[in-house]
């Protein structure tokens, strides 16, 4: 009994784990960045380049 459980309990967080790599890859994240969960590519260390560090303040250089 305590077996069935426990492979239930795999079971059902593999599938947890599963669900919610698809809605996170369905659905990322608003930030406008074009790469979701990416570690570092050329488009996103060039797009990281390109982004202010100041926004709250538009007029600070």
């Known amino acids: 009994m305590i077996q069935t459980i426990i ?3 795999a079971v059902a967080a593999a599938l947890f784990y599963a669900i919610k790599k698809i809605l ?11 790469c979701d969960g990416c570690d ?3 488009l996103k260390n060039e797009w ?6 100041c926004t709250h303040n538009p007029t600070h250089k």
């Open 24 to 34: 996170k890859r369905i659905h990322p994240k608003k930030s406008g960045s074009p």
């Open 48 to 53: 990281m380049k390109n982004q202010s560090t």
């Open 40 to 42: 570092g590519c050329d």
């Open 7 to 9: 492979v239930l309990l």
